[in-house]
């Protein structure tokens, strides 16, 4: 897993939950980086588990909405270091329809070696995208939160729903729909 989804992590964390949770969560997960992360360097998925499991325990949330709350906060992270991404879309629809053939395309050029999940399209209109996320991570949430926010940005609003396809979450299906 590429380093800036782990500096951006625990930034949410601290701005969240202070500087201490950030410290402990490290301290009580056994980490081979032992907690230092470079955005550009590649770090073992599991260290990301280690640390939501840990921050669960610490903060007392359930780890799916904690992985939904770092979705949101994840969205603004990656918008300010990739501008040019968002910049291209004027809608969130068009935004999200492009995941897959544009957006992952810029950033596997960044980081070759990023393991994304992947999003086929199911049906799109001008208000409305149905899709299936696809990842062995299971991190629907996290992607949930980044769709949420995708709206946020464009200042519009959405209903998102989503179906479990394989119950581990590794393929869920995404009906959003547009309001106003």
């Given at each position: 897993m590429k380093g800036v989804v782990f500096t951006e992590f625990l930034e949410m964390v601290e701005s969240k939950f202070g500087l201490e949770v950030v410290d402990t969560i490290?301290?009580?997960?056994?980490?081979?980086?032992?907690?230092?992360?470079?955005?550009?360097g590649t770090y073992d998925f599991n260290e990301m588990i280690s640390l939501i499991t840990n921050l669960s325990d610490e903060v007392k949330a359930p780890m799916g909405d904690l992985i939904y709350t770092f979705g949101l906060y994840l969205f603004n992270g990656l918008g300010t270091s990739?501008?040019?991404?968002?910049?291209n879309y004027t809608n969130p629809i068009n935004l999200l329809y492009a995941i897959e053939d544009h957006i992952h395309v810029h950033v596997k050029k960044l980081y070759p070696d990023a393991e994304l999940p992947t999003f086929k399209i199911l049906d799109k209109t001008e208000t409305s995208l149905s899709m299936i996320y696809s990842s062995s991570r299971g991190l629907y949430r996290l992607a949930h939160g980044l769709i949420e926010k995708t709206f946020e940005h464009f200042n519009g609003e959405a209903t998102i729903s989503y179906e479990l396809l394989k119950e581990d979450g590794t393929e869920v299906k995404f009906d959003i729909v547009q309001h106003g």
């Open positions: 490290i301290e009580n997960s056994n980490l081979a980086s032992e907690g230092i992360y470079t955005s550009v990739h501008p040019e991404v968002i910049e």
